[in-house]
């Protein structure tokens, strides 16, 4: 059984393409974190493909993959940002954008065409992409004294946690990634040595 904190995502950016009647669908993976990102790419690709008729996208974030959007851009509705969606969702990934960039042939495909179009084309991206396991987690900045080094960093190698930014002055400081499903643990070892603050 897969702990809760670990999901799918993709590794890097991907590509793939359908072609019907003319029309070219350019389906383009990339792995995303945040909202902000998703606008950041989409912007970035309409500036660079300013010429096709329409861009869909859709996408999903998150360990529980419960933020999501999908967009038909200017297409019949639902038949293309859903289409998109539904192949991220068919192979469980999350913090995943595909975009779809749409160059019209001239021939009208009808919705069932559309469908297709978009459902293949991302289904062909995702198939081109490195699937990877991400860990969900909280990143911790652990205060201490001194007098405690020995206590935290003992606790750090036990649940193997690399630390980073050490400042270890008067009061010392570090910076911990800890996965979800052990925050309660490491916080239970940890609190009467230290002070935790996520960031």
């Known amino acids: 059984m897969e702990p809760f904190d670990a999901y799918s995502s ?25 909202e902000q990102e998703v606008k950041e790419i989409v912007s970035a690709l309409r500036k660079e493909y300013h010429d096709a008729r329409h861009h869909c996208y859709a996408y999903r974030l998150g360990y529980k993959g419960d933020v999501f959007r999908s967009s038909d851009d200017g297409e019949p509705s639902g038949s293309a940002g859903r289409p998109i ?7 469980g990934l999350s913090d995943v954008l595909v975009v779809v960039v749409r160059y019209f042939g001239g021939i009208k495909l009808g919705i069932p065409g ?20 991400k860990i969900a987690g909280v990143n911790f900045r652990v205060s201490f004294d001194y007098l405690a080094m020995n206590d935290v960093m003992k606790v750090l190698k036990e649940m193997d946690l690399p630390p980073r930014g050490q400042d270890y002055g008067e009061r010392c400081s570090l ?22 603050e996520e960031i």
């Open 10 to 34: 993709i590794a890097v950016q991907s590509q793939g393409l359908f072609k019907d009647n003319g029309s070219r669908f350019i389906a383009l993976a990339y792995p995303v974190e945040t």
């Open 85 to 91: 969606l539904g192949q991220i969702d068919s192979l």
């Open 114 to 133: 559309l469908i297709r179009a978009y459902k293949t084309s991302t289904a062909d991206a995702l198939a081109n992409a490195s699937v990877i396991t």
């Open 175 to 196: 910076q911990v990634r800890v996965r979800l499903s052990a925050v309660d643990l490491f916080k239970e070892k940890l609190k009467s040595t230290a002070e935790l």
